[in-house]
C-alpha cells in the first residue's frame, strides 16, 4: 500500500494507465499542462511512459487571459518544455469573456481549444491531471448542489468523446503525492492564484476547511458502471444514427424499459444529435419521453432539437432550426467543426467557399431531381439543417444529398457526422 504523499513512480503510473487503454503500440499523447505541480508530475510520468513504449506526449498549455502574467507564464513553460526537448504548443482564449460564470465558460474553451489542438496533432489521447482530492470536491460540490447518483459518483477516468478521448490516469493519487513526485524529480512548479481565490466554488470549499472524505465513494462509481452498460445495450438496440446527423428511435423499446433509463436514453439522444454542452434537464426530459409515448403524439423540441413521431412506432430526431451558427468559411486542407456536430474539410484550391445550414430556401432551390431522390433517404424536418457549402451564387455543393453544382464535384469538400459527444461511450470508469 502506498504511504500518503510519497511520489508516484514509473510503475504505479504504467499500473493506472494499464486499465485505460487501449493505446497504440508507439502511443502519441497529449497533456494539458498549466504548469501547477500536478499537471507538471503529469507530464513528467507521462512522457516517460510514452518514451519506454517507443511514442511522445505533446505539452499543451491554455492561456485563458484572465491574469496579466498569463503570457508570461506561458513563455517560461514554452523556455522549459524547449530546454527538455518537449513538444509544447500555446493555446490562446480569445474573444469577449463572459461577465459571469467565468470558470464554467473558461473550463468550455479549454477544452475545446485542447480537444482542436489534439485532432490538429493527429492525437487521439489526452490526458488530464484530475487526482483524487479533486474527485472528492467534485462529489461534495455535487452532492450540496443536489446532484443526483450519477454526479455524486464524480468524474470518469475515461471520456469518448467524438473527435478523441480525455483521460484522467491520477484519479488513484492525492495532490501531496503529485507534489512529492515533482520533488521527487527535482520539477518546478507555479502556484495558480486562483485556486486560493474564494469567488471560485472548489477555492470557497477549500478555504471553509470542511472536511473532505477519506477516499472516493466506490459504491456508487459501481453503481454507476452498472447504470451506464445498462444504458448502452438499452440506446443500440434502441436508436439508428444516420451520417446525415439524426436519428431514429424505437418507442417501443423506450417504452418497455426502466422509467430512469428511459428518460436518460432519450437525454443521450438530444445531446448527440442537438450538439448542445450538456443532455437537457432530467424533468423537462421526463416531460417530454411522457407525452412522446402517448398514442397520436405531436411533436415535441428538447435539447436543440426536434422530435416527431412517425407512423412506423418511431421518433424522428433531428436538430431544431433555431439558433443554429452563422456559416464558417473554408480554407483547402484545414478541418473546421460546424455546429458541434459535423466536421468539414476543404479539399480543393478554392476560395469564397463557406459551410452553413442548408435551409428551407436552399432545399426549395434544388433541382427538383435531386430533391426527389433525396426525399427517400432524409426526413423533412432533417433537411433545412443538413451542412450546405455556398459561394456567392448560393448553395453549390451538399453531400448529403449527393449535390454539386458543375463546378463542384462530390470530392470538393469531405463532410462525416462527428457530434461532440458520443451516444454512449465507455462504461463509466470510476476510481
Known amino acids: ?89 500555446r493555446l490562446e482564449w480569445t474573444g469577449t469573456k463572459p461577465a459571469t460564470g467565468i470558470m464554467a465558460a473558461a473550463r468550455e474553451a479549454r477544452l475545446a481549444l485542447l480537444e482542436q489542438a489534439c485532432v490538429d496533432a493527429g492525437i487521439w489521447h489526452l490526458l488530464l491531471a484530475h487526482h483524487a482530492d479533486d474527485q472528492l470536491e467534485t462529489a461534495t460540490l455535487r452532492a450540496a448542489r443536489g446532484s443526483g447518483p450519477d454526479g455524486i459518483a464524480g468524474m470518469s477516468a ?13 484519479l488513484g493519487f492525492r495532490h501531496a503525492d503529485l507534489l512529492a513526485t515533482c520533488r521527487a524529480r527535482e520539477l518546478d512548479w507555479i502556484e495558480d492564484p486562483s485556486n486560493r481565490d474564494p469567488r471560485f466554488a472548489r477555492a470557497a470549499l477549500r478555504a471553509t476547511g470542511q472536511a473532505l472524505p477519506e477516499r472516493p465513494d466506490t459504491a456508487s ?41 428511459a428518460r436518460t436514453a432519450l437525454a443521450r439522444v438530444a445531446r448527440t444529435i442537438g450538439g448542445g454542452a450538456y443532455a437537457p434537464r432530467g424533468p423537462r426530459t421526463a416531460r417530454a ?84 431522390a433525396a426525399a427517400v433517404r432524409i426526413p423533412p424536418a432533417a433537411r433545412p439543417v443538413l451542412p450546405a457549402v455556398r459561394d456567392l451564387d448560393g448553395v453549390g455543393l451538399v453531400p448529403h444529398l449527393m449535390y454539386g453544382r458543375e463546378r463542384y464535384p462530390l470530392d470538393t469538400v469531405a463532410i462525416r457526422f462527428r457530434p461532440r459527444h458520443a451516444l454512449a461511450g465507455p462504461v463509466f470508469i470510476g476510481p
Do not use: K, N, Y
Open 1 to 89: 500500500m502506498r504511504a500518503p504523499g510519497s511520489p508516484v513512480d514509473a510503475a504505479a503510473f504504467a499500473a493506472a494507465m494499464a486499465g485505460l487503454g487501449p493505446f497504440e503500440p508507439r502511443p502519441r499523447i497529449a497533456v494539458g499542462w498549466s504548469g501547477g505541480g500536478d499537471s507538471t508530475a503529469l507530464l513528467s510520468l507521462a512522457r516517460e511512459w510514452a518514451a519506454a513504449r517507443g511514442g511522445e506526449a505533446m505539452a499543451l498549455h491554455v492561456d485563458h487571459g484572465l491574469r496579466a502574467d498569463s503570457r508570461t507564464e506561458a513563455q517560461a513553460l514554452a523556455q522549459r518544455a524547449a530546454s527538455h526537448g518537449l513538444s509544447f504548443r
Open 158 to 170: 475515461v471520456v469518448e468523446r467524438a473527435r478523441m478521448r480525455l483521460v484522467r490516469p491520477l
Open 221 to 261: 462509481a459501481a453503481a454507476r458502471a452498472t447504470r451506464e452498460h445498462a444504458l448502452a445495450v438499452l440506446l443500440a438496440r434502441a436508436v439508428e444514427l444516420s451520417g446525415a446527423g439524426f436519428a431514429l428511435v424505437d418507442r417501443g423499446v423506450l417504452a418497455r424499459a426502466p422509467a430512469q433509463s
Open 289 to 372: 419521453l411522457d407525452a412522446l409515448l402517448q398514442a397520436g403524439a405531436s411533436a415535441r423540441t428538447l435539447g436543440r432539437c426536434r422530435f416527431v413521431p412517425l407512423r412506423d412506432a418511431r421518433l424522428l430526431v433531428s436538430r431544431e432550426e433555431a439558433d443554429l451558427p452563422e456559416p464558417v468559411a473554408l480554407v483547402q486542407g484545414r478541418i473546421v467543426v460546424w455546429d458541434w456536430r459535423f466536421e468539414v474539410r476543404l479539399d480543393a484550391p478554392l476560395a469564397g467557399l463557406s459551410v452553413g445550414p442548408l435551409g428551407r430556401e436552399g432545399w426549395d432551390g434544388l433541382p427538383r431531381v435531386v430533391r426527389e
